[in-house]
């Protein structure tokens, strides 16, 4: 997976209005090897970005990896070798790394709760909380990590949520007019309590999320719908709880701190 214009984009962003005008300096632009290192123990992803950075400067690069998106590596491991012109590769170097670090926090991140949950029938997924215009690479990320993706747009699915029913005033109606207007989509409804599930139960539509629930009340909920909807539990969800929520018999759970707040990871480019 690989978007090219936003490889350009971030390229142009380095490089407006005058170029690299410190590599520029240099006289001897020789072929040079370099190798991307990993600075952490963590899990890869990014790499075919990372390649396009490089190629972007120069098609000639050669640009060979060492370990795959999704694999584990520890410290220290080199996880791709670079060949070229000095100015193109050192042009391309931090935008590059910037593809690795972010894609590769994601990953190590959403891996971090998927281990959590090891045994379980049940998955992680992320949300539409991610950065501006970086979506496509974060939800990449939660992929090579072991996660789902979530809905990528407001046109994915319907999803009534709780200020949707604060306008509206009645879940109800609203579920029920989402269903005259589905079109085709799947329709989620979130809840926070137990009295709007028992308020649409004997509705028909694909998924019920749980927000913000105890885990007592999460297993009265899931046994009040009896599998008749699939299940998502969301809101406060963190390493400490996210085992506990899984053995409610919830099968999603959507997390957040996945994108928005997952730690980048460090990568070095040594020549």
């Avoid at 972007?56 to 080199?78: A, L, M, P, Q, R």
């Avoid at 050192?90 to 998927?114: D, H, P, Q, Y």
């Avoid at 993706?149 to 009534?160: A, G, Q, T, V, Y």
């Amino acid at each position: 997976m690989i978007n090219k214009n936003l490889v350009k984009q971030a390229i142009s962003e380095d490089l407006r209005p005058l170029g690299d005008i410190t590599s520029q300096l240099l006289k001897n632009n020789k072929r040079i090897k370099a190798k991307i290192i990993s600075n952490e123990n963590c899990i890869i992803g990014g790499l075919n970005f990372a390649k396009e950075a490089f190629k972007y400067s120069d098609k000639k690069i050669i640009f060979k990896t060492k370990t795959k998106d999704g694999n584990k590596v520890k410290k220290g491991k080199v996880i791709a070798i670079v060949k070229g012109k000095a100015r193109a590769i050192l042009k391309s170097e931090r935008v590059a790394l910037n593809f690795l670090s972010l894609i590769s926090g994601v990953a190590t991140t959403t891996r971090k709760f998927v281990d959590k949950i090891k045994g379980k029938k049940c998955k992680i997924c992320c949300t539409r909380k991610t950065a501006p215009n970086l979506r496509i690479i974060q939800k990449y990320g939660v992929k090579m990590g072991g996660g789902l993706n979530h809905r990528f747009n407001l046109s994915d699915e319907i999803l009534i949520k709780d200020n949707h029913i604060a306008v509206d005033g009645n879940i109800r109606k609203l579920v029920k007019r989402a269903i005259k207007n589905r079109k085709g989509k799947k329709i989620t409804v979130e809840v926070d309590n137990l009295n709007q599930l028992k308020k649409i139960l004997d509705l028909k539509f694909n998924r019920l999320l749980f927000d913000n629930m105890s885990i007592k009340n999460l297993r009265k909920g899931i046994k009040l719908i009896k599998n008749k909807y699939e299940t998502e539990a969301s809101g406060g969800v963190s390493l400490n709880n996210v085992r506990k929520i899984a053995a409610t018999g919830v099968k999603r759970i959507s997390v957040g701190q996945i994108t928005h707040s997952a730690p980048s990871i460090n990568f070095n480019l040594k020549i």
